[in-house]
């Protein structure tokens, strides 16, 4: 669309049309039909896009076309074309939830669930299945908030989907006030969020009668069980070695039931004890007052250090 400039006689001045002027004998421009009719059937070529019936006493048709929702409809959701944005498309795209819904049973999840907010709800343990990662594209995103009071499983379709601090699994367990953000990252679900923590090194644990619990300024706990030898010694590996030293610790009786009359006094060796055994030493305090050392006397230990 331009002015009519390869008309000769048409009268532009600058390259646009002018009135006639009287009293300066100049004329104005002209305007060919051609012209008049192209300009005409490019408005009404946007007015009929739009769906409306043109209407010759009307002078808001082609604003109402350009407001339309069948010229400017929102994209689908993971375009990357050069379509108009509508405020829609845009707000979605600026991280905003598209919805939000909660569950309470076992679900499998569609793309549908791509941009939601989803709770995890109810008392009892059930699974959240998340949509294969081949039917996404990159980048897509569903959200996880388990209010539930039993844990909930987070499982992917097929496979080892799922992918929290580095690992590859098929699930992880979520518990009430945990949150996950999936992301679709090269080929798995990446798993942001207070869900994903304790799969960090930085968290690493083992929940077990002799165990250790590790935390992000480099403090681990552990815990053992074992009994003492004849000198009333209780020497014990370590689930595993502190990367640097051992700092302290505590001991006690393995099984009070067993005192009966008697006790026993325990106390923890930090100077014996290294990065990687635990040393405690016991002693059998009789009715009456004896003092005894005693092998096989059950004890335990709890120690820290980093």
């Not at 007015?47 to 019936?53: K, L």
């Not at 518990?175 to 930085?202: D, F, H, I, P, Q």
């Not at 008697?262 to 002693?283: E, I, K, L, M």
Request: charged share 15%; with cysteine; glycine share 12%.
């Amino acid at each position: 669309m331009d002015y009519p400039k390869s008309v000769p006689s048409v009268g532009l001045v600058n390259g646009r049309f002018v009135d006639e002027e009287p009293l300066a004998g100049t004329p104005g421009s002209l305007i060919p039909a051609s012209w008049g009719n192209s300009v005409t059937q490019e408005i009404l070529g946007v007015v009929q896009a739009a769906g409306m019936t043109p209407d010759e006493g009307a002078n808001d048709q082609l604003l109402g076309a350009l407001r339309s929702s069948t010229l400017f409809s929102t994209p689908p959701r993971f375009d990357v074309s050069r379509s108009v944005a509508t405020p829609e498309f845009v707000q979605r795209a600026l991280g905003n939830y598209s919805s939000a819904r909660g569950i309470s049973e076992s679900t499998q999840l569609t793309i549908a669930d791509v941009g939601c907010s989803i709770g995890l709800g109810g008392t009892t343990a059930f699974t959240v299945t998340l949509p294969d990662v081949s039917t996404v594209p990159d980048g897509a995103t569903i959200s996880l908030h388990c209010r539930s009071s039993a844990q909930v499983t987070v499982a992917s379709k097929s496979g080892a989907q799922i992918s929290p601090q580095g690992n590859y699994l098929n699930s992880i367990v979520m518990s009430s006030g945990e949150s996950a953000n999936l992301v679709r990252e090269w080929g798995v679900w990446t798993v942001y969020g207070t869900a994903s923590l304790k799969y960090s090194a930085l968290y690493g644990a083992q929940l077990s009668t002799a165990g250790y619990q590790k935390y992000p300024s480099g403090l681990i706990m552990q815990w053992a069980m074992g009994g003492t030898d004849a000198n009333g010694v209780m020497s014990l590996s370590l689930p595993i070695k502190f990367p640097n030293a051992i700092l302290g610790g505590i001991a006690d009786e393995g099984h009070p039931p067993g005192w009966g009359g008697n006790v026993t006094v325990w106390s923890f060796d930090v100077t014996s004890s290294s990065t990687s055994t635990a040393v405690a030493r016991a002693r059998w305090v009789e009715v009456g007052g004896t003092i005894r050392v005693n092998s096989g006397i059950s004890g335990r230990v709890l120690v820290w250090g980093r």
